[in-house]
């Protein structure tokens, strides 16, 4: 028969055996070594001065005094001497001056709070993949001093780490650095097939929304957003009620190389509307571009001035810039640069030598002021008369074609022109009787440019 226990090394008492108390005795005193056990500390070495009875220190490396050769023993001050217990792999103990939970992991005792678990499971069991598993309503994570910030890591940018929400553990959203390093938002119907709807570049300056429909009830922040409602800055996401748009990053200067679809200001482009007006105020202005799927860009961009332009790519490439008309431009002074349109549509007015009306492709009407002109000079079987030089009201580039009438005078009378020129002509006034007081009109029809 054994002498000892197999766990504790208690002594057993034997058959026959005198003085059967000691031996009884002795397996209490091991017993209340190390149930429950406490200890003043795990890693002492020297033993320590005028100890109390039932005193227990966990024994480190190196003991020294009594305790030498005694390493990772358990220490028990009797009163007299102390007892020893050798400790088995996984006794758990209680340290009063660490004030922590210490394992013996069979070589050395380990505080339990610096050694690593391998799986961890709070009312659930934990797995080799879900080393840690948590089953509650809740989890808290909270602060320890100012704030809290929760860590996940990758080994390479080819791996992933994010966060899957499941439902019946079936994913259907997932948002993270899935096989990159940009940031990416993905819904899946069966946890099969995934769809990303948001996309942020890692250098923050992309943002792709590839959803069929986002619906936002809140306040959308951050450096891919516009910081302010006048915060031109390429590549952010408008807020709402935007009102203004900066006068334009550098980006913006060059149009003609612009690509992708966006909004924002331009700043003395090189390609902008100024060279079609011929305006340096208009060097400045805000652009709208949308690029279709085949690289066809469409563009709508507004002068400084007010002045609406109209873009559009073809196979022959981007093509010159259309001005858009509306009712601030339609009637205004007309202009012609390059072979290009600068003004307005219609242009009408007055000087003191009659009207005018001018058209954008370069037709010019003008009509006179009325003159009299006496017609008493006999020319064979009529009488005549001649007016003084009348200019148009504008000049022409050339002598336009002009005809004359007859605003009052008698029934057999008439007008007609002669002298014409590019800036003016001359009346003539005919009747078939001598007569005073014919007022004689024009109307000239040519071109201003």
């Known amino acids: 028969m054994s002498q000892t226990s197999s766990r504790f090394h208690l002594p057993y008492i034997q058959p026959a055996q005198a003085q059967k108390h000691v031996t009884h005795n002795e397996a209490l005193r091991v017993l209340d070594a190390v149930m429950q056990l406490v200890v003043e500390t795990f890693d ?19 003991a020294t005094a009594d305790w030498a050769g005694k390493d990772t023993h358990i220490a028990v001050w009797n009163g007299a001497s102390w007892d020893f217990v050798a400790p088995q792999e996984g006794w758990v103990g209680w340290s009063k001056q660490q004030a922590g939970q210490w394992r013996y992991d069979g070589t050395a005792w380990v505080e339990m709070s610096a050694g690593p678990v391998d799986q961890f499971g709070i009312n659930t069991s934990a797995d080799a993949v879900n080393r840690l598993a948590v089953a509650s309503q809740a989890t808290l994570l909270t602060h320890d001093g100012a704030g809290h910030q929760l860590k996940i890591n990758k080994s390479a940018e080819t791996e992933t780490v994010s966060v899957l929400f499941q439902s ?11 096989g990159v390093t940009d940031f990416d938002i993905k819904v899946s119907p069966d946890g099969a097939g995934w769809n990303t709807v948001l996309s ?20 959308a922040e951050g450096t891919a957003v ?5 915060d031109g800055t390429a590549g952010r996401i408008l807020l709402g009620g935007t009102t203004a748009l900066a006068a334009g990053p550098a980006t913006l200067t060059d149009m003609a190389t612009l690509d992708g679809t966006r909004i924002g200001g331009f700043n003395n482009s090189d390609s902008g509307p100024h060279d079609l007006t011929g305006q340096g105020g208009d060097r400045y202005g805000m652009m709208l571009q949308v690029q279709r799927a085949s690289g066809r860009r469409h563009r709508v961009y507004q002068t400084l001035s007010g002045q609406m332009f109209h873009q559009h790519e073809s196979d022959l490439g981007m093509q010159p ?22 003004g307005g549509v219609i242009e009408s007015g007055s000087t003191v030598d009659g009207s005018y009306t001018r058209f ?16 008493t000079t006999a020319s064979g079987a009529l009488f005549a008369g001649q007016g003084a030089v009348a200019p148009f009201a504008k000049p022409f580039v050339a002598a336009p074609v002009v005809s004359a009438s007859l605003v009052a005078g008698a029934a057999a009378a008439w007008a007609s022109v002669r002298d014409v020129t590019a800036t003016g002509f001359t009346p003539l006034a005919l009747s078939s009787t001598s007569t005073s007081g014919l007022e004689v009109v024009a109307v000239a029809i040519g071109r201003w440019h």
């Open 44 to 62: 002492a070495t020297t033993p320590p001065p005028g100890p109390a009875i039932g005193e227990s220190y966990g024994l480190g490396a190196g």
């Open 168 to 178: 019946d553990y079936t994913g259907h959203a997932e948002m993270g650095l899935t």
């Open 321 to 342: 810039a259309r001005r858009v008309f509306d009712d601030r431009n339609l009637l205004a002074d007309v202009g012609f640069n390059g072979g290009i349109p600068t």
């Open 200 to 219: 942020a570049a890692a250098n923050g300056s992309d943002v792709t929304l590839a959803a069929t429909r986002i619906t936002l009830n809140g306040t």
């Open 360 to 375: 954008a492709d370069g037709t010019q009407i003008c009509w006179s002021l009325p003159q009299a002109i006496d017609a």
């Open 226 to 230: 516009q910081a302010h409602s006048a």
